[in-house]
């Protein structure tokens, strides 16, 4: 599930939630429901890369393009 960092609208103080399809992130320090939405924060960039590359290694020595986007093709 994607954390995501937020800015509350209403008391501007900064906090990451945790998103799921179910629930709406709250202000913990106000309650407020107004967000903005700031960079999400996935896996470290290196380690996300690096699983990519060998995901793409695999791909190509099975000979299938999967994981690959179109442009890449
Ligand atoms: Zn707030």
Same mark, same amino acid.
Not at 34 to 45: C, I
Not at 61 to 69: D, P, V
């Given at each position: 599930?994607?954390?995501?960092?937020?800015?509350?609208?209403?008391?501007?103080?900064?906090?990451? %939630?945790?998103?799921?399809? !179910?629930?709406?992130?709250?202000?913990? $320090?106000?309650?407020?429901?107004?967000? #903005?939405?700031?960079? @999400?924060?996935? %896996?470290?960039?290196?380690? !996300?890369?690096?699983?990519?590359?060998? $995901?793409?290694?695999?791909?190509?020595? #099975?000979?299938?393009? @999967?994981?690959?986007?179109?442009?890449?093709?």
């Amino acid at each position: 599930m994607p954390i995501y960092e937020y800015r509350c609208s209403a008391c501007r103080h900064d906090f990451d %939630a945790l998103v799921t399809s !179910s629930s709406a992130p709250v202000c913990p $320090a106000c309650g407020s429901t107004v967000l #903005e939405k700031r960079v @999400s924060l996935p %896996a470290a960039p290196g380690k !996300s890369q690096q699983v990519i590359r060998q $995901a793409r290694a695999q791909a190509a020595r #099975e000979g299938h393009l @999967s994981n690959f986007s179109p442009s890449e093709r």
